[in-house]
């Protein structure tokens, strides 16, 4: 509070401005407790609805493998139970006349050296399929543990390990309640598929397994590509009809990670899933859903990220704050300031208001001892009023310039003249507070100024010089021309002003440091009315040091050319002296 309001104490006014700041603070620690929530909420909203994609996208995993486990199973009774349909679907014959069909295909591939699937001499080798070789047939006695097998032109495992496999499962573990069993496993750097069933004897023991085996993957791949074409993996009442590669794509790998299939289109999301299925050797469906497939699962969609407009909407809260704040400040300062001005132009019009009331009652009541004296006392009735006015006029025109209506009438002028009496005018009162003034040789210098408005800035800067300097100092008063321009200039004695101040002093109401605790009173606008007559007329003000010490403020006024015909020139000590002027090379005090 001390730093952003300066001077501001316990009392009411300083009160109410901690109010204000504590009610624009409280403000923006709850608008940022709202945006919190509001990001909180929109955070929790979307993490649900993420968390929701992902169980669909579980969900369509499922169903994917579940799909693919069925069609492999039907794929593969299908095969092995085309001998049954064609017979009539008679049940307890069927194991033998597939295994008719069998010893019937493995005597033709004895006589001819290579089965054709496409000749169409057995159902079942047919119903393997006519394009792919590398599938075959095969029929194992499981009590001489012989082996017969019908290929394609293309090699099938190696026979001890088919053997020894379909033994080892037939026997331990297949059930006579089974209408066949599967079994995939690992041969010459390549995953197999075997499906077979058992035929018993009279005495119901495993007698013979027949069946048929083939690539894993070229088995199941049909089975993918028929899961992701028919039926839809996804809520059929969110989806309708859309096809599946249209929602979602899908990459199917063995337990080791190599690829069985992959969907024709890819998509690159976070909502994805995976699932294991036991079966077959192990198989993982890795599922990944089409990035803007959440508006149609998930109400009202994917709850877009608010973050950004949230943080700007806190930041604006807080600039607007900060510039209420700072409002508040200017308020205060200009109120304190208002306060100051009222303090101070009360102050300066009471000292001559009192000396003007005393030295009238002396000559009422007839309280003069002589004619000199009741002179004197006119004297400074008529010094203490043109101090009034001179304060009025500056009141006046600070209040025309802060309003911008400040009208000047110009002409012609030679301001040596008016310097020299506006420093004659001033005199006396400088004389009263201990200070002689000098005026420097002027030269013939002519500028287009409102002489009124000329004698103000001048006596004001007269005054700020006896004001601030040290009593029993010479205060100097220059006029010269420099280029187009005429430099007029007012000189103390005191301790000068700093760099860093220079352009401040010209502001109203501002006072040194080392002026503000001090017992000089001012009205705080006599050097920003300066600057603003000047400015009106179009030059500038600055602050120098003066050559003896102390400041040196001057003005630069547009200076006009001379006129024709040069004034008579008359030597300084035949002119007339004005009362208390100092003319070179002595002053008057």
């Not at 709202?34 to 993420?50: F, G, I, K, P, V």
């Not at 994805?272 to 998930?298: C, M, S």
């Not at 300062?333 to 009471?350: C, G, M, P, T, Y």
């Not at 600070?398 to 009496?421: C, K, Y």
Request: glycine share 8%; net charge positive; proline share 7%.
């Amino acid at each position: 509070m001390p730093s952003l309001f300066p001077g501001a104490g316990p009392g009411p006014e300083g009160r109410r401005v901690g109010v204000l700041v504590a009610l624009l603070v409280a403000s923006f620690a709850l608008t940022a407790v709202l945006a919190w929530q509001a990001m909180d909420a929109a955070h929790s909203h979307r993490a649900t609805a993420e968390r929701t994609l992902r169980d669909y996208a579980q969900f369509a995993a499922l169903q994917m493998a579940s799909r693919a486990k069925e069609g492999i199973y039907a794929r593969a009774s299908g095969v092995l139970a085309r001998p049954t349909d064609l017979m009539g679907g008679e049940r307890p014959d069927a194991a033998a006349r597939l295994a008719a069909q069998l010893d019937s295909a493995l005597d033709m591939r004895h006589k001819k050296g290579c089965v054709d699937p496409r000749r169409g001499f057995t159902t079942a080798a047919a119903s393997i399929g006519p394009h792919d070789r590398s599938r075959f047939l095969f029929r194992l006695d499981l009590r001489t543990n012989e082996l017969r097998q019908v290929l394609g032109c293309a090699g099938g495992p190696p026979r001890d390990w088919l053997r020894e496999t379909v033994a080892h499962h037939a026997l331990g573990v297949f059930r006579k309640s089974w209408d066949h069993a599967d079994v995939v496993a690992e041969a010459g750097g390549k995953r197999w598929m075997l499906a077979y069933a058992v035929r018993f004897d009279d005495w119901d023991k495993p007698a013979a397994a027949f069946g048929f085996g083939a690539p894993f993957r070229d088995f199941a791949k049909p089975v993918f590509v028929d899961a992701m074409r028919y039926g839809a993996l996804l809520p059929p009442s969110l989806v309708g009809g859309t096809p599946n590669d249209s929602l979602l794509s899908v990459v199917v790998t063995d337990d080791r990670g190599a690829e069985l299939y992959r969907s024709a289109v890819e998509y690159d999301s976070p909502f994805t899933a995976q699932y294991r299925l036991d079966k077959f050797g192990g198989l993982v469906v890795n599922l990944t859903l089409r990035p803007d497939v959440a508006d149609r699962l998930v109400i009202g969609g994917l709850p877009r990220q608010r973050l950004p407009q949230l943080l700007a909407l806190l930041a604006l809260t807080g600039a607007l704050v900060i510039v209420a704040i700072l409002q508040i400040r200017r308020e205060y300062a200009l109120a304190r300031l208002r306060a100051d001005f009222v303090s101070n132009i009360s102050h300066e019009l009471r000292t001559p208001l009192a000396q003007v009331r005393m030295f009238a009652e002396t000559l009422l009541l007839g309280r003069v001892r002589s004619e000199a004296e009741g002179r004197r006392s006119l004297e400074i009735i008529d010094q203490e009023a043109r101090r009034l006015t001179h304060l009025v006029e500056n009141v006046l025109q600070f209040s025309r310039s802060e309003r911008r209506v400040t009208r000047l009438s110009p002409e012609p002028t030679r301001l040596a003249d008016e310097v020299r009496d506006t420093v004659e005018a001033f005199t006396p009162i400088a004389q009263a507070r201990g200070v002689s003034v000098a005026c420097e040789p002027t030269c013939d210098v002519h500028a287009s100024v409102d002489r009124a408005a000329l004698r103000q800035a001048l006596l004001n800067l007269l005054d700020n010089a006896v004001k601030y300097g040290p009593t029993g100092q010479t205060v100097r008063v220059g006029l010269r021309a420099v280029g187009p321009f005429a430099h007029l200039w007012v000189e103390d004695q005191g301790p000068g002003i700093a760099p860093r101040d220079r352009e401040r002093v010209w502001l109203p109401f501002f006072r040194l440091e080392r002026d503000a605790g001090s017992a000089v009173a001012g009205s705080g606008i006599g050097l920003a009315v300066v600057r603003d007559l000047v400015t009106l007329h179009g030059g500038r003000v600055r602050v120098e040091d003066a050559p003896g010490g102390g400041a040196r403020l001057l003005l630069e006024l547009p200076a006009d050319a001379a006129p024709a015909v040069p004034p008579v020139d008359v030597p300084p000590h035949a002119m007339p002296a004005p009362l208390g002027v100092a003319r070179e090379p002595h002053s008057v005090s």
